[in-house]
């Protein structure tokens, strides 16, 4: 078959560019929820850069699969879009 069946790819100079773009092309308003121990410029980039771009974030005890439940039920009617961010 000649159709493309490939997904874009994309490339960043750096994981800040990436976690900019990915939350940027998203629809607004975006809530975000992070682990209680992420990588210290993901809140530093939310607090300065993005909070005018209609993104908002709450921090959530990864660990805990029941409060992770709990935010996704309290977030999944609202307009927008909910992103659970989850680092290795």
Not at 7 to 12: C, L, V
Not at 39 to 44: D, N, S
């Amino acid at each position: 078959s000649t159709e493309d069946t490939t997904a874009p790819t994309y490339a960043f100079s750096s994981g800040m560019a990436a976690v900019a773009s990915l939350l940027l092309a998203c629809k607004s308003p975006v809530k975000l929820l992070l682990p209680r121990d992420v990588y210290h410029g993901v809140p530093t980039q939310l607090h300065s850069s993005l909070k005018d771009h209609g993104v908002a974030h709450e921090s959530v005890d990864m660990t805990n699969c029941n409060e992770i439940r709990q935010k996704i039920k309290e977030n999944i009617e609202s307009d927008g879009t909910l992103v659970v961010w989850i680092e290795t």
